[in-house]
């Protein structure tokens, strides 16, 4: 195994990866560990040594400048691993070159990850340059397909694209969900009293209350993950998918999901397949729509430049930007930068270490 082939490998695993880099920042975090611990208690070429300490080592940096940590399942993150990612093997070869060279592949790793976020940063970009006159969901869409690395992480885009339309929306129309018992079970609700009052907001003379409707983000969400990516309080469950939804996946989403109302997102070319994929597994009754990204523009042209934009263009707009923010957080906090220069990774250069076009 020369360097070069393990160069290699890493790149296809950042590659790969998500905007996040998870995986990725796993193997920097190993490296560094393996070349700073006083201890030498970590062998490359055991695996065992580092496969579960190296979660909490990435999940301390993950949380520093992402804020968040991988939800994945346990055997998707050992994935990492596997013969075909970063193997002790190829991690060993790695190791020995960052050592020689003071920690260079760390360094290399990072960058890759400053990249992929100063490319996440167009979008924030296009949200500042434009407003509800300019603003194209097609060419918001379109930045994020045109960046290779950004790709994996479209639909995460697409989730907030459909999450500030939503949102802004239930906000404007002021829908409100009401909540009530039947009178006739009232001897049950007294019985019952204390978790009525706790859990309910009801009692024998609170019949029903009025809330405001509200749209959630369930969170950040992994390749490995099913089920919803946003519900509401009144009963809607939405998952978003732009990608061909298998069989497999289909009944993961459907049996994951226990709300009677589901929405599927997804793009246009795709609509039709998903129709007759949960017709043929007998779902379809619990979808209640399927939305396309055709749907999503003409919704948007409709609330920035409609009758209506006044009301809802500008808050569409600024939840847009906000959602950005707080799913790629790195691309306009600092604290990326301490980061990287406080390990001094700024003063590590090799021409063989540039980053990939």
Known sequence: MSIHDAKKSLDKLIDKARVHLYKPIQIAEILYKHRTSTDKIIELDNLETYRNPSKKWRDVICLQFLGRTSTSSA???????????????????????????????????????????????????????????????????ELFWAEAGLRRSIDKVYEIIVYSLFSALVEVLELSVEVS?????????????????????????????????????????????????????????????????????????????????????????EQKIIVSLLNQIGWKSKIQSIITEIDLISWYEKALRGEYSAQIGDKILQILADEIKVEFPATYDTEFQRFYTGRGYDKISDEFWTIKK
Not at 217 to 231: E, F, I, Q, S
Request: hydrophobic letters at 40%.
């Open 75 to 141: 055997r998707y993150q050992d994935d990492i691993f596997n013969e075909n990612a970063i193997p002790p093997l190829i991690l060993s070869q790695l190791g020995d070159e960052n050592i020689a060279k003071n920690g260079m592949v760390e360094a290399y790793i990072y960058r890759r990850f400053s990249e992929r976020f100063s490319q996440m940063t167009s979008g924030l970009d296009y949200c500042a340059l434009h407003d509800k006159s300019n603003f194209q969901l097609y060419e918001f869409i």
């Open 181 to 269: 018992y039947n009178p006739d079970k009232q001897a049950i609700l007294k019985d019952f009293s204390d978790f009525a009052q706790k859990i309910l907001n009801l009692g024998t003379e609170v019949v029903s209350f009025k809330s405001t409707a509200k749209i959630y983000r369930v969170g950040v969400t992994n390749a490995a993950d099913r089920g919803m990516d946003m519900w509401a309080n009144f009963g809607l469950a939405i998952q978003i998918k732009h990608l061909s939804l298998s069989q497999e996946l289909a009944e993961d989403i459907v049996s994951s999901v226990t709300a009677d109302r589901i929405v599927i997102v997804c793009k246009q070319a």
